[in-house]
């Protein structure tokens, strides 16, 4: 049973446009949601969280969007780079649970020059 | 400011054999848990442990045991070890219930 779900596994997007990435959950006890970025051979570098108390959470050229009713989440990544090829990750955690993190699968993300 | 360390960065290990992981947490975090990626996949959470005791466990057979240090530095041990155990072993730290947790650049084991 995958509570976290990444329904693309991989995304190409040119230069300067903007990067959507999806995530959606199945568990309404998840109230804290995360995007880790992953190059090979390295951990999980974290980007931007959000808690379930908000709609939007900005950090430079990363914005994440949660819409609880859709049980829903993206990030969106304005302006591309190169340097943002990487797997993406969106985990999601519970109250109660030790805030243990539930991933998805991934999308791999290219930007093209 | 140190990030989270792991070590050994690669380990060759034989069916059967028993295999042990240490993590060193990012300063100032006092709780590390430990996740086994599987090619292809997210992470999936194994144990936390938080004041030397482990307060969470996943979905993960008894052969996985860890255990965590005065100094907050924990190890993970995994015994009778087979093929489907080959995977990248991420160590992650955070402080107390804080939400957010850091990754080390974890350890491949590959078990043959």
Known sequence: DQQVKQNSPSLSVQEGRISILNCDYTNSMFDYFLWYKKYPAEGPTFLISISSIKDKNEDGRFTVFLNKSAKHLSLHIVPSQPGDSAVYFCAASARGSARQLTFGSGTQLTVLP | ?112
Do not use: M
Not at chain 2, 2 to 12: C, D, E, K, M, N
Not at chain 2, 27 to 34: K, N
Not at chain 2, 57 to 76: C, I, K, M, T, V
């Open chain 2, 1 to 112: 400011d140190a990030g989270v360390t792991q070590s050994p960065t690669h380990l060759i290990k034989t069916r059967g054999q028993q295999v042990t992981l240490r993590c060193s947490p990012k300063s100032g975090h006092d709780t590390v848990s430990w996740y086994q990626q599987a090619l292809g996949q997210g992470p999936q959470f194994i144990f936390q442990y938080y004041e030397e005791e482990e307060r969470q466990r996943g979905n993960f057979p008894d052969r996985f045991s860890g255990h965590q240090f005065p100094n907050y530095s924990s190890e993970l041990n995994v015994n009778a070890l087979w093929l489907g155990d080959s995977a990248l072993y991420l160590c992650a730290s955070s402080r107390g219930n804080t939400d957010t947790q850091y990754f080390g650049p974890g350890t491949r084991l590959t078990v043959l």
